[in-house]
């Protein structure tokens, strides 16, 4: 099967995507789509972007074959160390790409909306380096549960308001943030932190975030030989997961698994997988599936992971499902966090919740994988951030840290 | 009466309409009746049931405030055909506010043949633009209900004959650039935006919704625009209101304001 090249002139993949935003947005959307339309094309724009990304951000980054965790698993591990970034996270690329178009847009502001605070920094901190205002939109109870993030962006320059409205989380603050662009979008560019939302932010933030995957499948081919069995990634609005996908997504004998927030179990209700639980809707400006109730309420997610904690999911995803290409399986807290420490105890590397996910959900696959290769399979793993900002969840988690933060002494464990 | 019944005779008086918003359920379905009612008692034209959704991106605090109320208290969309037909009931023309996600989890053809039956005169959608309302076009003209997209300072030309195209009882024309509330002036925006639609579409009424919260603002408002929609200025008088016949008390008292603000216009 080859993919279609998507999405099309309106937005869409298949029959998701588009835009379902009020009027007053269509002129700034358009704008931005000319302005990506020409950026993307210019060689000069190109070259500040890629002079960004590796003298600034630090990619290619590696793609580690993780010994130990590979003997472990019966499988060869291969991490992409999106973790080592600068800022932490793959969330790099996407705001250095953005801030570039909103300096070409002759924009001097950028606003911007966080859960885990992972993009609000990456934002706070393009912002600074590109000289641009920036404001944050966070949701009030976000705020108190990624304190240092808080603390990083406002060192940065960055103005974070904590919303309060609604469930006073991501989807909350994504809300204010799309308020805040209606009134000011003359001067103000809307640096969206996922591939979501209204066309043709989930196409721009793919590319801007795509080499993730082709650096993956170059290094790939370099370090085996050969292309992977299969690419896992976790997926809450799913920047990483497409940024990894995409470059492999015309490599038919590559199986892509994304891998969505569990939380406690699906069945239980309280989760963020909005593939495997949820139903096909319009959320943030684009149709895609969406966790709602049978009335088209947003419902509230939930998951151990602020990062994945989130009702909607990028429409690519939700095309790439229906069509087959990639399966999305849901991983749950518990799940995610033995895969974290399985992490931490095996390569020394602290993992942000986030990507334990896509880890724990390539620790699923992989004997099932095995048994149909009859080898051991080759899998990438995207280990799209590093575990700092989420050191208080799991030591908390682990009983390593109290409610105070902290330390709980060692023989009371 | 039909909107476009509504229309004419305000024209020939040479004055606006009066449009009332008020979500459904808020803060209970029977509340919100009576509050509707009051409002048409009290001079207000045309209601304007805005149906609660949990994200409401167009809505300032204050209306969203009123719709988280009213979800918390479990009204459903079912709720707002009740309400809707206890509005149409007192013989003003009754027309529904709602973001497109509850339509389409509703099913749009089965959400345009309910809301006919109701007595709803047609849909105003604040997030959906007619570049992606083809099943909404298609079960509007098939229940001949009105529908009402909105235009805004930034639309171009190109998209505003476009929208009006597709536009039948009224366009909405959101007045400035910024979500709904109240304001202490109105905007500059407003006059130049209905000028331009007047210049593509001379005969469609034009509604100017965003910040009106008073019968002197709806009078400098009304002279220019064929109806003047207001909403959080008359949620607030129920939201702050000590008790449910004070907030009624304040409903008719703001109504009535805004009723002779509208038939003080000269033109």
């Not at chain 1, 069945?267 to 149709?287: K, N």
């Not at chain 1, 390593?400 to 002494?409: A, G, K, R, S, Y």
């Not at chain 2, 509703?106 to 849909?123: E, H, I, K, S």
Request: glycine content about 10%; hydrophobic content about 45%.
């Amino acid at each position: 099967m080859t993919a279609p090249t998507l999405p099309d002139v309106s937005g869409h993949f298949g029959r998701f995507g588009g835009r379902f935003v009020p009027e007053a947005l269509v002129a700034a959307l358009d704008e931005l789509d000319a302005a990506y339309r020409s950026a993307k094309t210019d060689p000069a724009f190109q070259a500040e972007f890629a002079g960004l990304l590796r003298d600034y951000a630090g990619t290619p980054s590696l793609l580690y074959s993780a010994a130990r965790l590979s003997a472990r698993l019966g499988a060869r591990v291969l991490l992409k160390r999106e973790d080592l970034n600068h800022t932490g996270a793959h969330k790099v690329r996407n705001v250095l790409g953005q801030a570039l178009l909103a300096k070409r847009m002759g924009k001097r502001r950028v606003i911007a909306e966080t859960g885990a605070g992972q993009h609000g920094v990456a934002s706070a901190t393009a912002a600074a380096l590109l000289d641009l205002d920036c404001v944050v939109y966070m949701g009030e109870v976000d705020t108190e549960r990624q304190a240092l993030n808080v603390a990083r962006m406002r060192m940065l320059g960055a103005t974070v308001v904590p919303v309060t409205n609604g469930s006073r989380t991501l989807k909350d603050a994504l809300n204010e943030a799309l308020r805040d662009w209606v009134a000011s979008v003359q001067t103000t560019h809307y640096l969206l932190g996922t591939a979501a939302g209204p066309a043709p932010f989930p196409e721009l933030v793919r590319d801007f975030v795509g080499g993730i995957g082709t650096e993956a499948r170059e290094q790939c081919l370099a370090l085996t030989g050969g292309l992977p069995d299969a690419v896992a990634a976790c997926v809450g609005g799913g920047s990483n997961a497409i940024g990894i996908f995409h470059a492999f997504v015309p490599d038919e004998g590559v199986r892509l698994y994304g891998f969505e927030a569990g939380g406690d179990g699906v069945e239980t209700g309280r989760h963020a997988a909005s593939i495997t639980g949820g139903t096909a809707g319009v959320l943030h400006g684009a149709r895609t599936y969406i966790l709602q109730d049978e009335d088209g309420q947003t419902v509230e997610s939930h998951s151990i992971s602020a990062g994945l904690d989130y009702p909607g999911v990028g429409p690519e995803h939700s095309w790439l499902h229906d069509i087959g290409r990639a399966s999305y399986t849901p991983v749950t807290d518990r799940e995610a966090m033995d895969a974290f420490q399985l992490l931490c105890r095996t390569e020394g590397i602290i993992p942000a919740i986030e990507s334990a996910h896509a880890l724990a959900g390539a620790i699923k696959v992989i004997p099932a994988l095995r048994d149909e290769l009859g080898r051991e399979p080759v899998v990438i793993v995207n280990l799209s951030g590093r575990g700092d900002k989420d050191v208080h969840t799991a030591g908390a988690y682990f009983g390593i840290l109290d409610q105070n933060e902290t330390i709980v002494p060692e023989e009371n464990l | 009466m039909s909107l476009g019944g509504a229309f004419e005779t305000a024209r020939a008086e040479g004055r606006p309409l009066i449009v009332g918003c008020m979500p459904a359920g808020f803060p209970t379905v029977d509340e919100s009746i009576a509050s509707m009612t009051a409002m048409v008692e009290s001079g207000i034209d045309v209601i304007e049931v805005e149906l609660p959704y949990s994200d409401p991106v167009m809505d300032g605090p204050v209306i969203q405030r009123a719709s988280d109320i009213a979800l918390a208290n479990g009204v459903r969309t079912r709720d707002t055909f009740r309400v809707i037909e206890a509005v149409a009931r007192t013989g003003a023309p009754v027309v529904l506010m709602t973001y497109w996600n509850p339509v389409e989890r509703y099913g749009v053809d089965a959400f345009a043949r309910d809301l006919a039956a109701a007595g709803a005169t047609g849909m105003i959608t604040p997030d959906l633009i007619p570049d992606e309302a083809d099943e909404w076009l298609a079960a509007s003209d098939a229940y001949r209900l009105d529908r009402t997209f909105l235009v805004s300072p930034s639309s171009t030309d190109a998209r505003i004959a476009m929208t009006l195209r597709h536009c039948r009882g009224f366009v909405y024309a959101t007045a400035l650039m910024g979500v709904t509330g109240a304001r202490d002036s109105v905007s500059s925006e407003a006059p130049d935006l209905v000028a331009r639609i007047r210049a593509i579409d001379p005969e469609i009424p034009v509604g100017v919704g965003l910040g009106v919260r008073d019968g002197a603002q709806a009078a400098e408002v009304g002279a220019y625009a064929d109806a003047v929609i207001v909403g959080s200025a008359l949620i607030r008088r129920v939201l702050e209101a000590p008790d449910r016949e004070a907030g009624l008390t304040a409903l008719r008292e703001l109504g009535a304001d805004l009723a002779k603000g509208a038939r003080g216009v000269k033109r």
